[in-house]
């Protein structure tokens, strides 16, 4: 069974940078393509970055050209570099498969990071 071990949250400022590390366990993380996710207060969860299994990368837009996702197939990580943070990108961030691989081999969710963004 899949593993996700989120961690690198914590407070920063606005216009602070974070980056965050999902270590990955229990599959063969190359064939898969991984996603970053958040959940803000009251709010239901969001795909915020997207890595292929070849490299390919997608973000929401309220992050492009701040937000970074990469991975290292040699450690079983994927990252998530965060730049120029801002209050509303606070949240509960999470990795795991894209929404069919979530659906179809049943990954479970980690325990996630929180993210706060505040002076």
């Known amino acids: 069974q899949v593993q996700l071990v989120e961690s690198g949250g914590g407070l920063v400022q606005p216009g602070g940078s974070l980056r965050l590390s999902c270590a990955v366990s229990?599959?063969?993380?190359?064939?898969?393509?991984m996603v970053w996710y958040r959940q803000a207060p009251g709010k239901q969860r969001e795909l915020v970055a997207v890595?292929?299994?070849?490299?390919?990368?997608n973000y929401t837009d309220s992050v492009k050209g701040r937000f970074t996702i990469s991975r290292d197939n040699a450690k079983n990580t994927v990252y998530l570099q965060m730049n120029n943070l801002k209050p509303e990108d606070t949240a509960v961030y999470y990795c795991?498969?894209?929404?069919?691989?979530?659906?179809?081999?049943?990954?479970?969710w980690g325990q996630g990071t929180q993210v706060t963004v505040s002076s």
């Open positions: 795991n498969g894209n929404l069919a691989t979530i659906l179809v081999r049943k990954w479970s």
């Open positions: 229990g599959i063969i993380f190359s064939s898969y393509a």
């Open positions: 890595i292929s299994a070849s490299g390919s990368t």
